[in-house]
């Protein structure tokens, strides 16, 4: 028997193809809210529990905590098919409105064109070290870099002041007349449109899209508190050894979220500057960066003095991403762009 409608008592009219699509749609999305917010929620929390959490998040789920295991595998390739629709469809969001989340850093992203072919038994660029404070962790200290601090030169020789004893201070006196010896790299830094030449003194107007589809790829590598100070103790922070490694799992997780986007980024950079430059050999090496700015906060001592003056620290140097143009992808998955790991202090690939 028919449905009988009860307002004029006539059969009501089955529903049409277009009707139970879009029921399906409906249904299809509600469900992908819920399953990417949970999913969302369950990878990200392993990463901010105390040890003992993560030892029983590792026993129910084996390895989980750990970001390896069957089941980190399967949460892993459930969200890169959810991040596949979320772009798609334009639903990502990141932002926050209120405290205590209100941001503490800003960065803009930066791509180094280079000519030189990569030096696999070299950790890092010719003629750049990396340097390391609690508040900024890692960054990269380079000529090439437009910031107002100590010369690299300066900064190898007082490094060895560092030295633990006679055979590491020899050492690292021999890597600095090394590297001063050492020719340097033909590089060309292309700044983002959005970072203004004085942080202190700027009016922002246009370039809006740019700056969305910049914030994409923005990643902060701060070392985190690991215990809030007390009376008796001062605060606890995160190790080198724990800041390189999660450092490398941020970077990987935006790299491999955002590959496409990113790729398309740098790609963009590059073709104007090419563009700009049509007599130029293409690049060897596209090296996307972030330029990271930190900002003071508004911290006080116990006689109500600001621990520090009001502004940003110079922005410091955190490596992302590699693209290499001239070079045949060796990996069959398409994926082309390496991650940066501060672990081995070098460039690997994705996937």
């Not at 006196?173 to 830094?189: C, G, N």
């Not at 003194?201 to 990643?219: A, I, M, S």
């Not at 140097?317 to 693209?323: E, F, G, K, M, V």
Request: aromatic share 12%.
């Amino acid at each position: 028997m028919s449905e009988i409608d009860d307002t004029n008592g006539a059969p009501s009219p089955p529903a049409s193809p277009r009707q139970f699509l879009l029921g399906a749609f409906i249904l299809f999305q509600l469900a992908f809210l819920i399953v990417s917010n949970l999913l969302g929620i369950i990878k990200y929390a392993p990463s901010d529990m105390p040890a003992r959490p993560k030892k029983l998040v590792s026993v129910a789920v084996r390895d989980f905590a750990g970001e390896a295991g069957h089941g980190w595998k399967w949460a892993e390739q459930v969200e890169d098919n959810l991040t596949r629709w979320t772009q798609l469809t334009g639903q990502d969001q990141a932002w926050s409105l209120f405290a205590p989340t209100v941001a503490e850093a800003t960065g803009f992203p930066c791509v180094l064109l280079t000519w030189d072919e990569p030096t696999w038994d070299q950790p890092m660029m010719p003629g750049t070290m990396f340097a390391y404070d609690e508040k900024n962790g890692f960054h990269l200290c380079a000529p090439w870099d437009p910031r107002r601090e100590p010369s690299l030169a300066t900064a190898r020789r007082l490094g060895i002041l560092g030295a633990t004893n006679p055979w590491e201070a020899l050492h690292l006196h021999t890597v600095q007349e090394t590297q001063e010896k050492a020719p340097l790299p033909r590089v060309k830094i292309l700044i983002s449109d959005n970072e203004p030449d004085d942080i202190h003194n700027y009016f922002r107007t246009g370039k809006c899209r740019l700056r969305r589809f910049e914030g994409q790829v923005y990643v902060t590598l701060q070392p985190r508190e690991k215990a809030a100070a007390t009376e008796k103790k001062p605060k606890i922070m995160e190790t080198p050894d724990e800041v390189a490694s999660e450092s490398t799992r941020r970077v990987r997780r935006v790299v491999n979220d955002w590959h496409d986007v990113t790729l398309a980024y740098m790609k963009w950079r590059v073709k104007l500057w090419q563009a700009a430059n049509p007599l130029e050999p293409g690049p060897k090496q596209v090296i996307l960066f972030q330029r990271y700015y930190r900002i003071h906060g508004p911290h006080t001592d116990d006689a109500g003095r600001f621990l520090e003056e009001r502004g940003w620290d110079s922005p410091v140097l955190w490596p992302i991403a590699r693209w290499q143009p001239q070079h045949p992808n060796p990996n069959t998955s398409g994926w082309v762009l390496e991650y940066y790991d501060y672990t081995d202090r070098r460039f690997v690939p994705i996937r």
